[in-house]
């Protein structure tokens, strides 16, 4: 479902990534982790057609997502669910509103948004914050929403860079949870993190990067720092 082949890349300096090779496959559950800097929202960047490389393909489904031009990337980003560390919640908008957005911006049905929005609310647990406005939720809640509103166009790839970066241990530990549950409904989720906790409990896959390089991929995989930092 996710694949990059020789992917190298530079900002002008040095390179960010080189020659990275990675399959993820259909309703995989995968963390990408290493130390600040080794790359990681790199990575994210490309599958969301953010950055380009420099060199090398990125797939998504099949289709190499380096050759879309400007006007197909929103195609392929209503095939992707992205969760971001900051949440990137409308403020002013309800929850209910910012999970409803995407749906709204595609011209789906009133109806079909209402139930489409009290869906992914269901999944995420908050149902009943739905006219809440984000500044009053937790982070745990508002990240909960961000991830209501990536699921809410029933993607088949879920995307998270740094998803927990913003929480305290407890709450980072239900997000991941959370992103386990959609998982297991089928969706392929690729969380990046730098936190050893969250990596630690679940004994999922685990892709390290060092320095733009791949230096590690276990299966039930553990987040060891003297392995990779
Ligand atoms: N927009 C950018 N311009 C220049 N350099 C960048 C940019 N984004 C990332 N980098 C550099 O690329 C490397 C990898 O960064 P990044 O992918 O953000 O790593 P991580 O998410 O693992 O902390 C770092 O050396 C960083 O300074
Ligand atoms: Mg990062």
New binding site residues.
């Given amino acids: 479902m996710i694949r990059l082949q020789n992917v190298y890349k530079d ?4 390179p ?2 080189v020659n990275v090779n990675l399959h993820i496959g259909v309703g995989e559950f995968a963390f990408l982790v ?12 490309l599958l969301y057609r953010e ?1 380009k490389p420099t060199s090398g393909q990125v797939f998504i489904g099949g289709i190499d997502i380096t050759r879309l031009d400007r006007a197909q990337v929103p195609l392929l980003r209503r095939r992707l669910g992205i969760v971001f560390q900051d949440y990137k919640l409308l403020p002013k908008q309800t929850v209910f509103d910012n999970v409803a957005y995407i749906l709204r911006a595609l011209g789906v049905e009133r109806m079909e948004v209402s139930r489409r929005v009290r869906s992914a609310l269901t999944v995420v647990n908050l149902e009943d914050k739905e006219d809440a406005y984000p500044d009053e939720l937790s982070g745990g809640e508002q990240q909960r929403v961000g991830i209501a509103r990536a699921i809410v166009n029933g993607p088949p790839v879920l995307l998270a ?2 998803p927990t970066g913003n929480l305290d241990p407890v709450a980072s530990l239900e997000i991941v949870q959370l992103l386990e549950r959609i998982s297991q409904r089928g969706t392929t989720v690729f969380i ?1 993190t ?1 936190d050893q906790f969250i990596v630690n409990s679940l004994r999922k896959r685990v892709v390290s ?1 060092k320095a ?1 390089q791949v230096a590690g991929d276990v299966d039930s995989g553990v987040y060891e720092m003297e392995t990779i930092g």
């Fill in positions: 900002y002008g300096g040095r960010a990534l290493g130390p600040s800097g080794a790359g990681k929202s790199t990575v994210m960047r950055e860079d740094e990046s730098h990067l733009g």
